[in-house]
């Protein structure tokens, strides 16, 4: 695969991967309102799982994948942004982490976090990106 098609599969994943990012939280904010049991509880069930299973999992798979090859033929481990970059992305996988263990709570009818603190989390994904995306086009160290 050219160095351009792994830069636009890298892109795409990316999109997806902060689709579900940004959205999940948004999910947790209508779904701490629902009572647990309740048919909105076990619908909102159903959209978190799906969303991280077939959206956001491999969507971060291939943004690490198609990521590493390009910093890899791209010589970028000795850039001093790229390093800032991976803290960033780094960061970002730790709130998905988070968020798939947010997703058992809920599943499991034992959610005790507030919509304000899923409103709180809504913004950790949107900073972070906003971080690599600045690094990722500006290289300025």
């Known amino acids: ?9 890298h892109v795409i994943a990316v999109i997806s ?13 209508y779904h701490s309102s629902a009572a647990p049991g309740s048919e909105t509880s076990e619908l909102f069930k159903v959209m978190e799982r799906r969303l991280i299973k077939a959206i956001m999992r491999p969507a971060a798979v291939v943004t690490w994948g198609a990521g590493l090859v390009l910093a890899i033929s791209g010589g970028l481990f000795t850039d001093g942004w790229f390093h800032v970059k991976l803290v960033l992305v780094v960061a970002l996988t730790a709130s998905h982490v988070a968020m798939e263990r947010w997703r058992l709570d809920f599943a499991a009818d034992r959610n005790t976090r507030t919509q304000r603190f899923y409103r709180v989390a809504n913004e950790v ?9 600045i690094l990722a086009v500006t290289k300025p160290f």
Do not use: E
Not at 17 to 29: D, I, N, Q, S, T
């Open 125 to 133: 994904p949107t900073l972070l990106m906003i971080g690599i995306v």
């Open 1 to 9: 695969m050219s160095y351009l098609a792994i830069k636009a599969l």
């Open 17 to 29: 991967w902060m689709a579900g990012l940004l959205y999940l939280p948004r999910l947790f904010v």
